[in-house]
């Protein structure tokens, strides 16, 4: 007997050694396995499990270690961390380990779905640099730095650009956006050290004159500006938000609860913080967008709400790409229907054969109704009873404005080139003003001529300027006068042209609508677009080529021509600007160039 219970004691201390060691083996920490984490956002270690031990945590990322059964640390930066469980009391016994890959946070999965409009860089790192470069080109490096220092959140990352201690993450994104139920504007970046950056903020918006209101204990900080209007800065998962109220018409004062309640800061701050999802990132219509257009250092994102989503706009997406004194903007703008319910215009015919070396060219091709609303506005609209009004005044019958718009084709086309040796001549030897010298072509096909002819003379009572009419087989002449230049207006049966300015001569006539086509790409200059450009470059050229002018003393026009050159260098160094809208299937496509010449 005695051995039985011998050998049950001999059980029962086995099988509460073996329970005990099973319930300190359920008990270690959970550290969870290998994954992939954003910076930023909050990722747990441990268990909540009652028996759950009190460990001390090493992230690996250089963050103070934090004691607990479970914890949550957000990490600062990208890169690849061992997160490992140590022993309480001592630490170099490893419990348990995890590695973590930290990707960087998307900047579209820090802005709301519900965003109306957004312009944002994807990540700050290979996009800044240049659009910063050009920017500086264009407006001069100190001015270009001043008006960025004097934006918040921006002003962050100038200092990272010239090299202070970083609180910016390079691979994470900057942008601004607005939200339904704000009327403002939010401005976000991403950062590696978000007590630092707020503080940042802080200061540069104290420097501004923009007082400090209120600290929350969570960090948030509330400012008044001097007109009383309200800023909140606040962080959320790696990104730090400035909400930015449009400016009210009111006398400066202190600002009423009720009126910073109504701006929206606090339900903008709900949209931002309240995010569960990918944000912005995985909403299809701007996926849908993107893959229309391609990728850029920045991108704009615009799209109705409300009561404007029943103009039948879906959505705009542009993407505006920079390499050194060229900027290139693509974008295209989704519709619910056709645009322009399909319909189309002829092309140009002046493009088919007009004189060489045009320093401007403008050609519309669409649609008359749509000609008309774009000149005129639409029916019904504000625009056009200004318009219609300001008809009246000029003595025209505004009654019969719409058989005048009825009379346009759906096609106009300019083409402007300068005279340099009647530029000089003017300027040294005529009024001694630097008035522009040069000819002006204009075409718009017409599908009935009265009513334009009645327009025209019209406009040219009103103005109470003296003109002549010349009446030929099939055609009206009307010949004028404006700035000491010859104008005259031919208008046949289908067709108003006008030619104003100096005689052109020497310059080769061709198919110019085929030139602009092959040097601008993508049909430009067709039948169906919208086109224009402005040559800078070449109007340069065209005053610096003339080596002597008839009536201008040789001796003189070095001097002047130095002179000119000067004044130009004063002007923002813009060589080149060409933009062009094309309607397609769903949409339409539309894209600008701007191209700098060097200092």
Not at 423 to 435: H, T, V
Not at 541 to 553: F, H, N, W
Request: hydrophobic fraction near 40%.
């Amino acid at each position: 007997m005695r051995s039985d219970l011998r050998a049950l004691t001999v059980f029962c201390l086995v099988a509460a050694a073996l329970v005990g060691s099973g319930c300190h083996r359920a008990a270690r920490p959970e550290a969870g396995g290998a994954r992939t984490v954003e910076a930023g956002v909050p990722e747990s270690f441990g268990s909540e499990a009652p028996d759950a031990p009190v460990v001390t945590w090493d992230f690996g990322d250089g963050s103070p270690p934090q004691q607990g059964a479970r914890v949550s640390h957000a990490f600062p930066r990208a890169g690849t961390y061992t997160v490992r469980a140590l022993e309480k009391d001592k630490k170099d016994e490893v419990l348990a380990s995890a590695q973590v890959t930290v990707v960087s946070r998307p900047v579209l999965r820090a802005i709301p779905a519900e965003a109306e409009v957004a312009v944002y860089f994807p990540q700050l790192r290979g996009n800044v640099d240049p659009l910063m470069d050009f920017y500086s080109r264009l407006m001069g490096e100190t001015q270009a730095l001043e008006s960025l220092e004097d934006t918040p959140l921006l002003s962050l990352v100038l200092r990272d650009l010239r090299g202070e201690p970083r609180v910016v993450d390079p691979e994470e994104g900057v942008g601004f956006f607005s939200l339904p139920d704000f009327q403002g504007t939010v401005a976000l970046l991403g950062v590696t050290d978000v007590e630092a950056a707020m503080d940042a903020v802080v200061g540069d918006l104290e420097s501004g004159g923009i007082a400090v209101s209120h600290r929350e204990p969570g960090g948030a900080v509330r400012f008044q500006r001097p007109n009383g209007d309200p800023l909140l800065l606040f962080a959320d998962r790696g990104y730090v938000y400035l909400a930015v109220p449009d400016t009210e018409d009111e006398e400066e004062g202190a600002l009423s609860a009720s009126r910073a309640d109504g701006m929206g800061l606090e339900a903008a701050r709900a949209s931002i913080t309240g995010m569960r999802g990918p944000g912005l990132s995985e909403l299809p219509l701007l996926g849908e967008l993107q893959r229309k257009v391609g990728s850029g250092n920045v991108h704009f994102f615009v799209r109705p709400v409300e009561e404007d989503a029943s103009s039948g706009l879906r959505g705009v997406f542009a993407a505006l790409k920079v390499e050194e004194a060229r900027a290139e903007l693509e974008g295209w703008v989704a519709l619910e229907k056709a645009l322009f319910e399909g319909k189309s215009a002829p092309g140009s015919e002046l493009l088919g054969k007009a004189p060489a070396g045009p320093f401007a060219a403008l050609m519309i091709s669409i649609p008359p109704e749509e000609l008309a609303k774009l000149v005129f506005g639409a029916p019904g609209s504000e625009r056009r009873e200004r318009t219609l009004l300001r008809l009246r005044e000029e003595g025209f019958d505004a009654a019969n404005a719409d058989s005048l718009l009825s009379a346009l084709r759906g096609d106009l086309t300019l083409l402007a080139y300068f005279d340099a040796p009647a530029f000089y001549r003017n300027l040294l030897r005529g009024s001694q003003r630097p008035e522009p010298r040069g000819t002006l072509l204009f075409e718009a096909g017409l599908v009935r001529s009265e009513q334009m002819v009645e327009w025209l003379t019209g406009r040219l009572k009103a103005r109470g300027q003296p003109y002549e009419v010349v009446k030929e087989a099939g055609a009206t002449r009307l010949r004028t006068r404006a700035m000491e230049q010859p104008v005259e207006f031919t208008i046949t049966a289908n067709r108003l042209s006008m030619t104003a300015g100096e005689a052109i001569q020497g310059r080769a006539v061709g198919d110019m609508g085929s030139a602009l086509k092959e040097r601008f790409g993508n049909n430009a200059f067709e039948p169906g677009h919208l086109s224009a450009m402005v040559d800078v470059g070449r109007l340069r050229a065209e005053l610096d080529a003339p080596q002597e002018v008839p009536g201008v003393p040789a001796q003189q026009l070095p001097a002047v021509r130095s002179l000119v050159g000067t004044l130009l260098d004063q002007l923002p160094p813009v060589e080149l600007v060409f933009v062009d809208f094309m309607p397609e299937e769903g949409g339409g496509r539309f894209r600008a160039r701007t191209v700098l010449r060097s200092r």
